[in-house]
């Protein structure tokens, strides 16, 4: 085998690598943003998602078929990042009294708070790696695991850029349409759910990333700071 054919060989390999992180990511992010905003939900008032099962943490509950097969095809082909996870039934309505639009503001957030507690979580999990690394040596498989974790990290992170303003976008145009129809107004509510959460998650996508990154590098530095002064003491 030549140097050219071993050069593509390992950009096939490495391609394909990146895109069954980018699967995993999305499937650990639209399990765990929708099982949280269906919890917070029914903590605000509104159990319609927990009755139907989108508190649980099985990914078929939420991971979206089609999307299933447009991830890996747009990222493998087009290096876009682009799916849904399937949307948590909420009855605006039932978030009603004094706090109404608190509980608006934290149901909306919901998913984007359990994406970066996950991201959290993996920092986590990756430095334990780390520390373990010190103490078990001769384990050849800590350090294999740590990329793979640290890999995980890298897609949910890119995913998220992505995630994060489009179901935001969805929560708000939702809640939009609640409020306009609560007054009397009749607006094309399928419209408006197909294109502004699309249309807003593209424009922003860059803004979302750095914001992700950015938090991404502080919340590993915070955990870095923490694990010094555990060691130190």
């Given at each position: 085998?030549?140097r050219?054919?071993?050069?593509?060989?390992?950009?096939?390999?490495?391609?394909?690598?990146?895109?069954?992180?980018?699967?995993?990511?999305y499937?650990?992010?639209?399990?765990?943003?929708?099982?949280?905003q269906?919890?917070?939900?029914?903590?605000?008032?509104d159990?319609?998602?927990?009755?139907?099962?989108?508190?649980?943490?099985?990914?078929?509950?939420?991971?979206?078929?089609?999307?299933?097969?447009?991830?890996?095809?747009?990222?493998?082909?087009?290096?876009?990042?682009?799916?849904?996870?399937?949307?948590?039934?909420?009855?605006?309505?039932?978030?009603?009294?004094?706090?109404?639009?608190?509980?608006?503001?934290?149901?909306?957030?919901?998913q984007?708070?359990?994406?970066?507690?996950?991201?959290?979580?993996?920092?986590?999990?990756?430095?334990?790696?780390?520390?373990?690394?010190?103490h078990?040596?001769?384990?050849?498989?800590?350090?294999?695991?740590?990329?793979?974790?640290?890999?995980?990290?890298?897609?949910?992170?890119?995913?998220?850029?992505?995630f994060?303003?489009?179901?935001?976008?969805?929560s708000?145009?939702?809640?939009?349409?609640?409020?306009?129809?609560r007054?009397?107004?009749?607006?094309?509510?399928?419209?408006?759910?197909?294109?502004?959460?699309?249309?807003?998650?593209?424009?922003?996508?860059?803004?979302?990333?750095?914001?992700?990154?950015?938090?991404?590098?502080?919340?590993e530095?915070g955990?870095?700071?923490?694990?010094?002064?555990?060691?130190?003491?």
């Amino acid at each position: 085998m030549c140097r050219k054919d071993i050069l593509v060989t390992l950009e096939v390999i490495e391609l394909a690598r990146q895109t069954i992180a980018i699967v995993l990511a999305y499937i650990i992010i639209a399990t765990t943003a929708g099982a949280f905003q269906a919890w917070i939900a029914a903590k605000m008032g509104d159990d319609t998602a927990y009755h139907m099962g989108f508190t649980s943490f099985h990914p078929f509950v939420h991971v979206d078929p089609i999307s299933l097969i447009i991830v890996p095809i747009g990222y493998a082909i087009f290096g876009v990042v682009i799916g849904l996870g399937r949307p948590v039934p909420i009855v605006w309505h039932r978030l009603s009294g004094w706090w109404r639009w608190l509980k608006f503001t934290v149901v909306a957030l919901a998913q984007p708070i359990a994406i970066m507690a996950t991201l959290l979580f993996l920092l986590m999990l990756r430095l334990g790696v780390l520390v373990a690394l010190l103490h078990y040596v001769s384990l050849a498989w800590l350090p294999v695991l740590g990329k793979v974790i640290l890999h995980i990290i890298n897609a949910v992170a890119l995913f998220a850029a992505w995630f994060i303003p489009y179901e935001v976008l969805m929560s708000l145009t939702q809640i939009f349409i609640y409020e306009q129809e609560r007054h009397g107004k009749t607006v094309n509510a399928a419209f408006l759910l197909l294109l502004i959460p699309f249309l807003g998650a593209v424009l922003l996508i860059d803004v979302s990333s750095s914001v992700v990154f950015y938090s991404l590098d502080k919340m590993e530095i915070g955990l870095i700071a923490v694990l010094k002064s555990l060691v130190g003491a």
